[in-house]
């Protein structure tokens, strides 16, 4: 097992325009987390599944945020009608469980211009 | 709901000098507590955790952390340091079987020659 994998590494995009990240957790964890980090800051909640179920959502996803992990494998985070605030760094992680700690990916570096 | 304050936002120290990193949260039920490190353009890594047990706790590296609940402290200590522990530090709390961890905002250390 690779670990956990991010695609893209990094994202340049127009305004306005829509990205979407993939993330590949560890085969046999059945949570998975999405987290944003932006400069200086400390990673930020953004939603968990367990297997294909979206769990929670955290208030910071507006409505241009989605996620979604079909057949609790992958998961993908789109992002539509980007604005510039949300540049920063998309991390996903995976885990079998609280006690485990999370395993990180590398995370999508995204730029708006 | 969970907090963590990372009360230092950068930390100079000498290459084989000690370090100690500090970490508070705030929370009204038991926390798990972890310690994350970030090199440059990497994901987070897991360092150690608390769960249960033992206040004092070893983790990877040569580092170890103490939980002081009377305090609400989680602090990271190094006996002596490297070039190589140059990154950044993340401590996290979350609920004990929770589902989520908060992040603290990070402490930057820069390991001198």
């Known amino acids: 097992d690779t670990g956990v994998s991010q695609d893209p590494r990094h994202k340049i995009t127009k305004r306005g325009q829509n990205v979407t990240f993939r993330c590949d957790p560890i085969?046999?964890?059945?949570?998975l987390y999405w987290y944003r980090q932006t400069l200086g800051q400390g990673p930020e909640f953004l939603t968990y599944?367990?297997?294909?179920?979206?769990?929670?959502k955290s208030r910071l996803l507006s409505d241009r945020f989605s996620a979604e992990r079909p057949k609790g494998s992958f998961s993908t985070l789109e992002i539509q009608r980007t604005e510039q605030g949300d540049s920063a760094m998309y991390l996903c992680?995976?885990?079998?469980?609280?006690?485990?700690?999370?395993?990180f990916g590398s995370g999508t570096r995204l730029t708006v211009v | 709901a969970q907090s963590v304050t990372q009360l230092d936002s950068q930390v100079p120290v000498f290459e084989e000098a000690p370090v100690e990193l500090r970490c508070n949260y705030s929370?009204?039920?038991?926390?798990?507590l972890f310690w994350y490190v970030q090199y440059p353009n990497q994901g987070l890594q897991l360092l150690l955790k608390?769960?249960?047990?033992?206040?004092l706790v070893k983790g990877i590296n040569g580092f170890e952390a103490e939980f002081n609940k009377s305090q609400t402290s989680f602090h990271l200590r190094k006996p002596s340091v490297h070039i190589s522990d140059t990154a950044e530090y993340f401590c996290?709390?979350?609920?004990?079987?929770?589902?989520?961890?908060?992040f603290g905002g990070g402490t930057r250390v820069l390991v001198k020659p």
């Open positions: 992680a995976s885990s079998v469980d609280t006690d485990s700690g999370y395993t």
């Open positions: 085969s046999e964890h059945n949570r």
């Open positions: 599944f367990q297997n294909e179920a979206q769990l929670e």
């Open positions: 929370s009204s039920v038991s926390v798990y």
């Open positions: 996290a709390v979350s609920k004990a079987a929770g589902n989520k961890l908060t």
């Open positions: 608390y769960l249960s047990g033992s206040t």
